[in-house]
């Protein structure tokens, strides 16, 4: 859909510096651009790139400025990014109505304007809010609740009384509430203790594909509002998550740890069980958590530990060899002296 230049600051909070009734039919990185399309800069380099692109205009930060292209300049070149793109590229629209394939129950309530795609199972008293979409293959547990404007992708499997709340988007594969991993020593054998708790998704959560999260043995696994998982990331049982947080690639988190408010875990951290994690703590990538984190601060390593002390060891150890060489020449001067005292 073409808009005016004029009509994109408007949308992103922007101003136009140029023509204002430029038409703008597409939005691409500078090194595909073509005339009528609109590309986007949030650093000198990206900035002199698109200048030299045959792009119409230029999303950039308001201290940018050019002679030949038009500018939208905006406070946070990254943030305009992300709405202009959305403008250009809507999500795809679902019909309304439940596909001939879909098994519901007949208890279940499913909104008039929700989309249930081919080969959906919903189960027993499920409620699926307003403009939801079941996008095919999904399976939806008894007593489970879906609130408003939910997208599962396809092959989603909610196990039963799983709450989601408005605005989640759950991709491919993932599986939430499947049985936290729990089991007791009796006799030589690993008995399973039933997990017969649930897992609550909060509003604006995104999980990406092939995520598990697993139900609480009791009471709840919690994914706090506005957080977001990555791809392949396995959430245990009665894990506690804050709102606003960010679970990249390959993490793991063990059963009933508590995570705070915009907790970063980079890819591939580890949390061992039933560990606090402060707010707004980020952990480096391939870091082992194996105690308690307070609010605030940065922390890398395994064991993990403040990211200046880590670094620190990390400079230390690179000087190891060195240091080595040195100890043994040390040690060669002082063995030849004690030699030649022993001759004395």
């Known amino acids: 859909m073409p808009f005016t230049s004029a009509e994109i600051a408007r949308l992103i909070g922007g101003e136009v510096v140029g023509d204002v009734n430029v038409i703008l039919q597409g939005f691409a990185p500078a090194e595909h651009a073509r005339a009528g399309d609109l590309t986007f800069a949030e650093n000198e380099d990206y900035f002199a790139r698109a200048e030299q692109s045959a792009a119409s205009a230029i999303i950039a930060d308001n201290r940018f400025s050019s002679a030949n292209k038009i500018l939208i300049r905006v406070p946070n070149a990254r943030i305009a990014f992300a709405r202009a793109m959305a403008l250009f590229f809507p999500e795809r629209p679902y019909a309304t ?17 929700a989309h249930i795609g081919p080969h959906c199972v919903v189960g027993e008293r499920v409620k699926i809010g307003a403009k ?7 399976f939806v547990g008894d007593d489970s609740k879906l609130g408003d404007e939910v997208n599962l992708f396809p092959n989603v499997t909610l196990y039963p009384r799983t709450e989601v709340g408005t605005r989640v988007r759950i991709h491919a594969g993932t599986v939430v509430g499947s049985d936290g991993f729990g089991y007791v020593l009796d006799g030589g054998a690993h008995r399973k203790v039933p997990q017969i708790g649930n897992v609550i998704i909060g509003d604006d959560v995104e999980l990406g594909a092939n995520v598990t999260i697993d139900r609480g043995a009791l009471g709840s696994t919690i994914i706090g509002k506005g957080s977001k998982i990555d791809n392949l990331v396995q959430i245990g049982h009665n894990v506690e998550i804050g709102e ?8 793991g988190v063990a059963g009933s740890a508590k995570l705070g408010s915009y907790v970063v875990l980079a890819g591939q951290v580890g949390i061992a069980g039933h560990l606090k994690i402060g707010n707004h703590v980020t952990v480096a990538a391939k870091s082992g958590v194996m105690h308690d984190i307070p609010d605030d601060g940065k922390w890398l390593g395994i064991p993990a530990q403040p990211d200046k002390q880590t670094k620190r060891q990390m400079i230390a150890i690179q000087h190891l060899p060195e240091l080595i060489r040195r100890v043994a020449a040390l040690e060669r001067k002082i063995d030849a002296k004690s030699e030649s005292g022993n001759k004395a």
């Open 244 to 251: 606003g947080s960010i679970l990249i690639s390959q993490v």
């Open 132 to 138: 939801s979409v079941l996008q095919g293959g999904n």
């Open 97 to 113: 109505g439940i596909h001939p394939t879909a098994v519901v129950a007949t208890s279940a309530t499913v909104d008039p304007s």
